[in-house]
């Protein structure tokens, strides 16, 4: 117990006789990334890192009790070495949440990288209905697919992993695609605006721990692409038929038309302000007409 006391008194803290009002927002602010480090802890295989961590700190502090000195002396020189190697091992994970992180829409509202990126609407009522069209024509016939919808952050990078289309959308081309033992029915296709640019691409798997273990290839690729863009998913399901869509890493399953409409509309970026201004311009030229 004195080794115990020994050590809280070596780390105690001095409690401040006034709190100021940083004091209050940097509380806030630490409480803020506390929880959204330890939920994406909990998401990832770094919850196996901090049991394991757990695990080593009862050790140290048994060790500490006891005074078994040889187990002190390894752990204390062997922390420096754990820190590079965990960030070694949890690259992919650390890069993924550096990705979630630089999609947060408060960066995107405080700072505009693209003054010239495009204000309309990114595809038409017409390529929205020939999604849906085609979505549950191949629900109704098992036939497995993945849709890849483009929304801010660009696809590029995993469109160069299939073959390039550029063809405008319609529902025959998108069921032709995925047509079982055709050459292009494999991978996930990618549409951008009202165009498919590319099928036959590889996605990245989500390593979700938190999974349905029941969810095969294509619905994982359908999650991991969404963990790391802001893009919008559609995955059929080869073996029920069931539609499911996915956005920012979650999975909602067996969707209706009606709801998948719903999804689409959000992606399609027809706001408020849009329709406003089309309505402004249809009535200044129906004035111009009645002027003339």
Same mark, same amino acid.
């Given at each position: 117990?004195?080794?115990?006391?020994?050590?809280?008194?070596?780390?105690?803290?001095?409690?401040?006789?006034?709190?100021? =009002?940083?004091?209050?927002?940097?509380?806030?602010?630490?409480?803020?990334?506390?929880?959204?480090?330890?939920?994406?802890?909990?998401?990832?295989?770094?919850?196996?890192?901090?049991?394991?961590?757990?695990?080593?700190?009862?050790?140290?502090?048994?060790?500490?009790?006891?005074?078994?000195?040889?187990?002190?002396?390894?752990?204390?020189?062997?922390?420096?070495?754990?820190? /590079?190697?965990?960030?070694?091992?949890?690259?992919?994970?650390?890069?993924?949440?550096?990705?979630?992180?630089?999609? $947060?829409?408060?960066?995107?509202?405080?700072?505009?990288?693209?003054?010239?990126?495009?204000?309309?609407?990114?595809?038409?009522?017409?390529?929205?209905?020939?999604?849906?069209?085609?979505?549950?024509?191949?629900?109704?016939?098992?036939?497995?697919?993945? /849709?890849?919808?483009?929304?801010?952050?660009?696809?590029?990078?995993f469109e160069s992993t299939g073959i390039p289309l550029d063809?405008?959308?319609?529902?025959?081309?998108?069921?032709?695609?995925?047509?079982?033992?055709?050459?292009?029915?494999?991978?996930?296709? /990618?549409?951008?605006?009202?165009? /498919?640019?590319?099928?036959?691409?590889?996605?990245?798997?989500?390593?979700?721990?938190?999974?349905?273990?029941?969810?095969?290839?294509?619905?994982?690729?359908?999650?991991?692409?969404?963990?790391?863009?802001?893009?919008?998913?559609?995955?059929?399901?080869?073996?029920?038929?069931?539609?499911?869509?996915? $956005?920012?890493?979650?999975?909602?399953?067996?969707?209706?038309?009606?709801?998948?409409?719903?999804?689409? =509309?959000?992606?399609?970026?027809?706001?408020?302000?849009?329709?406003?201004?089309?309505?402004?311009?249809?009535?200044?030229?129906?004035?111009?007409?009645?002027?003339?």
């Open positions: 117990m004195e080794a115990i006391k020994r050590i809280l008194s070596d780390y105690r803290l001095s409690i401040p006789t006034k709190i100021y =009002i940083t004091d209050i927002i940097e509380i806030i602010i630490l409480a803020f990334l506390l929880y959204h480090v330890a939920k994406w802890i909990k998401n990832t295989r770094a919850w196996a890192l901090v049991k394991g961590l757990a695990v080593i700190m009862v050790f140290w502090l048994v060790a500490v009790i006891f005074q078994f000195n040889v187990i002190i002396w390894i752990i204390s020189n062997t922390i420096n070495v754990g820190i /590079i190697a965990v960030l070694i091992i949890f690259h992919p994970e650390l890069r993924k949440a550096l990705e979630q992180l630089g999609k $947060k829409n408060i960066f995107r509202s405080i700072v505009i990288f693209d003054d010239a990126k495009d204000k309309s609407e990114r595809f038409s009522d017409h390529t929205l209905e020939e999604i849906i069209r085609a979505t549950f024509e191949m629900a109704r016939n098992k036939t497995g697919a993945l /849709i890849v919808i483009e929304e801010e952050i660009s696809l590029s990078e063809s405008m959308l319609s529902s025959e081309l998108l069921i032709n695609i995925f047509e079982r033992n055709t050459p292009l029915h494999d991978g996930a296709v /990618i549409i951008r605006a009202n165009r /498919i640019v590319a099928a036959t691409c590889y996605l990245p798997l989500s390593d979700n721990i938190q999974l349905s273990k029941d969810l095969g290839t294509r619905h994982r690729a359908g999650i991991g692409i969404t963990e790391v863009t802001d893009c919008l998913t559609i995955i059929v399901s080869e073996e029920t038929g069931k539609v499911s869509i996915s $956005k920012e890493g979650k999975l909602i399953r067996n969707v209706d038309g009606d709801y998948l409409r719903i999804k689409l =509309i959000g992606a399609q970026k027809k706001t408020a302000d849009a329709k406003q201004r089309l309505r402004f311009w249809r009535g200044r030229r129906g004035n111009e007409r009645e002027v003339d």
